[in-house]
């Protein structure tokens, strides 16, 4: 298969943008699929190389749109959920020539439906927090709420609806308030045991698998801020040494060989302290928001799809860096502003333990998204004090 297959990535935001850059640095010229106006669009890697197609998990809209828009073969790199669902699902004489290094549909499932990922870590006896199925509001009342939240069964559509990942609750009449508004959007849910503890005892280890099933790449690193506090995403990170977490290591190796998986993952820890293990939370199927961090510390995974998927060769990953930063600066001063209302945090220190980390969207030799993501907040912002300043007015 030759190397010079042109190269599609599906997906908008900071995600998208990590792979494009990581692709362009490996001299390869993607075309990318986002929402228009996304910054990932804006990124050099793809100027002019931007495609018309919404995102959906229908394969056939997928193979259809691209036709139209003149990609015949192609490698196929899809960075949210819908997107590598699509993949998954393209009928036998599409893959003829679209190529894609991704999970059966089978597989797939198993990762992103949270309900049976529980049941796949009992079988292959992975440490986990304990998940119950819920089928209707009455059986919350069955179980011991103390310590737990309510997630769905699957993450993309509610994280679009409610811009979080679960509900938590202090009382059964909160519960249940929680499950009506999951289950009003067409949902079905899970209550999952909270994991005591702060931010910094989550893990993550992230990495990619060939089609031999040979784990080429892992890289581990450690939580040290999030936002928002409880259900939120990293906006601090740090890479870690592989023996400082090879339990995780061994336990989502032991996964992902268990399911014949294949492709890019990236899978999240949380350290029980009360008995000394990681607790694998999820697997992501796919790119993730701090791939561009990876390649950044010595692991590339997005041109190792690429190889994966046309047949040829990937080369094991030598190691990484260990000790690297990276941050999410928009995402940071929230998380800080939160912490110093709390009294928990100082302006000096919180600078310092930041600065000369990798930037997540920021580049100096791509600088366009950076400055799309900043017009961007500033109209937000005031939007944000405009609508303040009318309900001011409207009170007065």
């Known amino acids: 298969m030759s190397p010079n297959c042109p190269v599609v990535v599906l ?40 495609l018309d197609i919404p995102e959906s998990d229908d394969p056939i809209a997928l193979h259809a749109r691209l036709e139209r828009s003149g990609i015949g073969e192609a490698v ?20 003829e020539h679209l190529h894609a290094s991704v999970p059966s549909q089978h597989v797939l499932n198993l990762l992103v439906d949270k309900w049976l990922f529980a049941q796949t870590l009992i079988r292959l006896e992975v440490p986990h927090p304990a998940t119950v199925f819920i089928e209707d509001r009455g059986d919350l009342a ?31 009449e909160e519960a249940h308030e929680a499950y009506d508004k999951i289950a009003e959007a067409g949902l079905e849910a899970v209550v999952q045991e909270y994991i005591p503890g702060s931010p910094t005892l989550h893990i993550f280890v992230d990495g990619f698998v060939d089609a031999a099933g040979t784990v080429s790449a892992t890289l581990a690193r450690q939580r040290l801020r999030m936002f928002p506090p409880d259900f939120g995403n990293s906006t601090l990170t740090v890479s870690v040494a592989p023996d400082t977490v090879a339990d995780a ?42 791939i561009g961090f990876a390649a950044h510390c010595g692991v590339d995974v997005a041109p190792m799809a690429y190889l994966d998927a046309l ?27 939160y912490l110093r209302r ?4 100082r302006f000096w220190p919180w600078l310092k333990s930041w600065l000369g980390s990798t930037p997540t969207v920021f580049a100096w030799s791509d600088p366009m998204p950076a ?12 939007n944000a004090r405009r609508r303040a300043g009318e309900v001011s007015a409207e009170v007065v």
Not at 315 to 336: N, P
Not at 342 to 345: A, D, L, N, T, V
Not at 371 to 382: C, E, F, Q, Y
């Open 11 to 50: 997906g908008s935001g900071i995600t998208a943008l990590g792979v494009v850059r990581a692709l362009g640095a490996a001299g390869h010229k993607p075309y990318l699929a986002c929402r228009p106006g996304d910054l990932a669009g804006r990124s050099r890697w793809v100027r002019g190389r931007w």
């Open 76 to 95: 196929l790199i899809g960075c949210s959920d819908l997107w590598v669902t699509a993949i998954s699902r393209l009928p036998a004489e599409s893959r």
């Open 142 to 172: 069955d179980i011991d709420l103390g310590g737990t939240f309510l997630k769905p069964r699957h993450s993309q559509q509610f994280a679009d609806l409610f811009q979080r990942k679960a509900f938590s609750y202090e009382s059964l």
């Open 249 to 290: 290591i061994d336990s989502v190796t032991r996964l992902l060989r268990g399911i014949d998986y294949r492709g890019i993952f990236s899978a999240e820890f949380k350290l029980d302290q009360r008995d000394g293990r990681h607790k694998l939370l999820e697997v992501n199927a796919r790119p993730w928001w701090y």
């Open 311 to 337: 047949g040829l060769p990937v080369a094991q990953a030598a190691g990484y860096t260990v000790g690297k930063r990276c941050v999410l600066l928009s995402q940071e001063i929230r998380a800080y502003l």
């Open 342 to 345: 709390r009294g928990e945090i």
């Open 371 to 382: 400055a799309t993501w900043l017009s961007v907040a500033m109209r937000r912002g005031i």
